[in-house]
């Protein structure tokens, strides 16, 4: 069973920063585009930046310039560096792999971060 573990969510203040992590399997990772999303309370999970196994990123328009999507392929993990953060960033963050060569996809659990002062 395909795991993604993640971690580094919790409360920050306006302004602040947080780290994301993802870990998962070799297997998954090496193939896979690795991506956060996020889904506030009410509304529709939303991608938040994506990097593929060539290093290629995508971000939301909101983020752009504030957080910092990461990968180090010895640990099998992705990363979202977070800055300048607003409470409109509060939510759960999900990590998502998507396998490149089928299109299969697999979620963490989801982290909560909570921008509030």
């Known amino acids: 069973q395909v795991q993604l573990v993640e971690s580094g969510g919790g409360l920050v203040q306006p302004g602040g920063s947080l780290k994301l992590s993802c870990a998962t399997s070799r297997s998954i990772f090496s193939i896979s585009t690795m991506g956060w999303y996020r889904q506030a309370p009410g509304k529709q999970r939303e991608l938040v930046a994506t990097?593929?196994?060539?290093?290629?990123?995508n971000y939301e328009d909101s983020v752009k310039g504030r957080f910092t999507i990461s990968r180090d392929n010895a640990k099998n993990s992705v990363y979202l560096q977070m800055n300048s953060l607003k409470p409109e960033d509060t939510a759960v963050y999900y990590c998502k792999a998507r396998r490149i060569l089928d299109g299969a996809t697999y979620w963490g659990q989801g982290t909560q971060v909570t921008v509030s002062s």
């Open positions: 990097m593929n196994t060539g290093g290629t990123t």
